[in-house]
């Protein structure tokens, strides 16, 4: 039974999805698919129950996947050991990061790639959208955690890493305080903070307003998410900001509510496609991979 074979189940099964898969393993999504079922006709059982985009696991695939993860996390931490008693040099890796770091699990993979990973030196350099692409086109770090604003750009590759979505950040006086999900319309008459335009954020919530059939009036806009939780704590209007961001910086006298429909977004990992990753780097992607720290594009924010 081929190792790889075994490591390209495990990721898919998490992902749930052959696109985001074979990006995330740097293989064809016609070679992950082939790889599969050569794996499924070696077990005797189909792993997968497939529709026309997505997979999900069956009964013997949520089986076979307890022992696929313990033989992947084998696999990695082999090569580290290796890697660490042959190497005569420290290996660097550069990633960058949108400010936004704790909530969605990127400080935890760098921390957990650097308790793995003793001689490897690893700095972080911090920026918005565009500044991390930037400083990817200047070679200035060879990975960057970005928001996904969507665009097809073809300098860039991306991995799937963690997802979150927009929520109303209400006064915890608010009528529709107690409510699981609330509707943009229902807060047409709001006076509305939110973050500074130019940001995909900013961009984001005008629109999801927009499309809801109104037009948001802003009396505040700012660059630090804890001011508009302070002044909506004060009374001074209604916030729309990342439903996870907004709960690692909650403020009392507030009320996070999730807005429906959902307006999603996506953190994935990029990386320039002209070039070929660093086995530093990666050696990272495996890391993520093996501490499930990827969250699949479908999964629950």
Partial sequence: MDIRHIKEFAVLAEVQNYLEASDLLFISQSSLSKHIKALEAELGAPLFDRSTR??????????FLEFARQVVALQYQTATRIRTMTSQRAYALTIGSIPVMA??????AIAAFRRENADFSVSLIEGDAKALKDALR????????IRDDGEDDPTFSKIPFAQDALAAVL???????????????ELAQEDFMLLSPGSLLHELSVKACEDAGFEPKVVFTGQRAENIL????QGMGVGLLMRKAAKR???DRVAIIEVVPP??????????????????????????????????SRSEA
């Fill in 54 to 63: 997505h997979v999900r696991l069956n009964e013997a695939g949520a089986v």
């Fill in 103 to 108: 909530p969605y699990g990127i400080l935890d």
């Fill in 138 to 145: 200047r070679n200035e770090c060879e990975l960057a955690f």
């Fill in 171 to 185: 006064p915890a006086t608010h009528a529709l305080v107690g409510r699981k999900t609330v509707r943009l319309t």
């Fill in 230 to 233: 302070d002044l909506v704590s």
């Fill in 249 to 251: 910086l909650v403020r």
């Fill in 263 to 296: 307006v999603t977004t996506f953190v994935k990992i990029y990386y320039r496609s002209d070039q070929q990753l660093s086995p530093t780097a990666r050696h990272f992607i495996d890391s993520v991979i093996v501490n499930q720290t990827i969250t699949s």
